[in-house]
């Protein structure tokens, strides 16, 4: 069993920045690729961003690309999301989840363990 816990959210204002956290629980973390998805409110989750299971390997979002960067390290069981230059739009609650295998995905499906969520809110 794998328990992802996010933090790092909170309110910011356009222009700004935030960095998220998921710290997870158990010792084959540095096995599998993770993501961050979102949901804004009343739409579906949403791809932000993935990376593989030894951090040489991401993925972005278009709606994300040169604003947001995902890392991870392998040593403290952490994946990151730091997300600059913010906008309204980027308003949402923000998702971890491990990814079923190392490599990179996109699809909900491709992910097994979610965690909480963390809400994300962006004023004009």
């Known amino acids: 069993q794998v328990q992802l816990v996010e933090s790092g959210g909170g309110l910011v204002q356009a222009g700004g920045s935030l960095r998220l956290s998921c710290a997870a629980s158990?010792?084959?973390?540095?096995?599998?690729?993770m993501g961050w998805f979102r949901q804004p409110p009343g739409k579906e989750r949403e791809f932000v961003a993935a990376?593989?299971?030894?951090?040489?390997?991401?993925s972005y979002a278009d709606s994300v690309k040169g604003r947001f960067t995902i890392s991870r390290d392998n040593g403290k069981n952490t994946v990151y999301l730091h997300m600059n230059s913010l906008k309204p739009e980027d308003t949402a609650v923000y998702y971890c989840a491990k990814g079923r295998d190392a490599i990179v995905r996109l699809p909900t499906f491709a992910y097994d363990y979610w965690g909480q969520g963390t809400q994300v809110t962006v004023s004009s």
């Open positions: 158990g010792r084959t973390f540095s096995s599998y690729g």
């Open positions: 990376i593989s299971s030894s951090g040489g390997s991401t």
